[in-house]
C-alpha cells in the first residue's frame, strides 16, 4: 500500500515562502512520476506541478517561476518550494503519486485522473 505524507503548510504573508515536503511509503518512489495539486474553498482541485523519475517537471501557468518542485529519491520524499506567495495561493495542497512511470506527459501530469495514489493534504493559507 502507498501512502503519502504532507507536511509543511502553515500561514504566511503575501510575499512569503513555505517549503512543502511528501513523504512517501516505501514501495517503487523513485520509479514514479509525482505531482502537486491544490484546492481552494470551492474551487475545483487543480494541478500545480510534476516531476518524473529523471527530474523533468511540468509547472501550471499561475505558478511559473515562483514554485519548484524537486524530489530526493534516497529519502523517498517530494518538495514544493513557493516563493513570492499570493492570496490566491491558498488551498489544501496534495502531493500525488504515479508509480511505474518513466515520462510526464504534458497533456496528463497536471490531471487527477493520471495518479493513482494521494495524500492527505497540508493547508496553506496566504494572508494579504
Known amino acids: 500500500q502507498v501512502e503519502l505524507v504532507e507536511s509543511g503548510g502553515g500561514s504566511v504573508q503575501s510575499g512569503g515562502s513555505l517549503r512543502l515536503s511528501c513523504a512517501a511509503s516505501?514501495?517503487?518512489?523513485?520509479?514514479?512520476?509525482m505531482g502537486w495539486f491544490r484546492q481552494a474553498p470551492g474551487k475545483e482541485r487543480e494541478g500545480v506541478a510534476a516531476?518524473?523519475?529523471?527530474?523533468?517537471?511540468r509547472y501550471a501557468d499561475s505558478v511559473k517561476g515562483r514554485f519548484t518542485i524537486s524530489r530526493d529519491n534516497a529519502k523517498n520524499t517530494l518538495y514544493l518550494q513557493m516563493n513570492s506567495l499570493k492570496p490566491e495561493d491558498t488551498a489544501m495542497y496534495y502531493c500525488a503519486a504515479r508509480p511505474s512511470c518513466t515520462y510526464i506527459i504534458p497533456t496528463a501530469s497536471l490531471r487527477e485522473w493520471w495518479y493513482n495514489y494521494w495524500g492527505q493534504g497540508t493547508q496553506v493559507t496566504v494572508s494579504s
Open positions: 516505501a514501495y517503487t518512489y523513485s520509479t514514479s512520476c
Open positions: 516531476i518524473d523519475r529523471y527530474g523533468s517537471t
